[in-house]
């Protein structure tokens, strides 16, 4: 079955200060990634996403993702926080021929400090 | 370009009643998704289709019903509501870019 997890359910940072988000999936064939960004009652927004090449993805808003195979993992990067970031971001994964349906991780909500 | 329009946005429902949640999509998609979204549990997978006149059950399909006459559209529905569907509603359609658009929720109330 697919398994997407983020383990950190809370994260706060410091505005300036660098964020990686973490994201491990579970599958034998590489899937399609996604980050997903959902400000306070809002649906939910693109960021970037992986489906093959370059293993460093670039997304809207400063973002960007590293896709590593050896450690089924797409961790989620910004080098400088700016308090609007606060928001919760998800990770999803999408596999052809597993169904063929978007499964999401439990997010991580991050707080910005100022 | 509306996008992806979720009706309605907001709903309180009586234990035991019944609704129906509609989707609609203005860009053509194929694939389109109903999923609520539960404090700490991240979006949950309910029903999804892949095309028009296709359904198929996702992560937590008991209790909810959908169908999809219409590609643009894609109806949830509960018959017998329970507190236990208390949550945020969101649907979503994704063409071939996989890329999802996200509707803005219904937030559902089960009294």
Known sequence: ????????????????????????????????????????????????KYFSGDTLVQGIKGFEAEFKRSQSSFNLRKPSVHWSDAAEYFCAVFITGGGNKLTFGTGTQLKVEL | NAGVTQTPKFR??????????LCAQDMNHEYMYWYRQDPGMGLRLIHYSVGEGTTAKGEVPDGYNVSRLKKQNFLLGLESAAPSQTSVYFCASEGVTREAFFGQGTRLTVV
């Not at chain 1, 505005?15 to 306070?40: I, K, M």
């Not at chain 2, 309180?12 to 949640?21: N, R, Y």
């Open chain 2, 12 to 21: 309180v429902l009586k234990t035991g009643q019944s609704m129906t949640l």
């Open chain 1, 1 to 48: 079955a697919q398994s997407v997890t983020q383990p950190d359910i809370h994260i706060t940072v410091s505005e300036g200060a660098s964020l990686e988000l973490r994201c491990n999936y579970s599958y034998g064939a590489t899937p399609y990634l996604f980050w997903y960004v959902q400000s306070p009652g809002q649906g939910l927004q693109l960021l970037l």
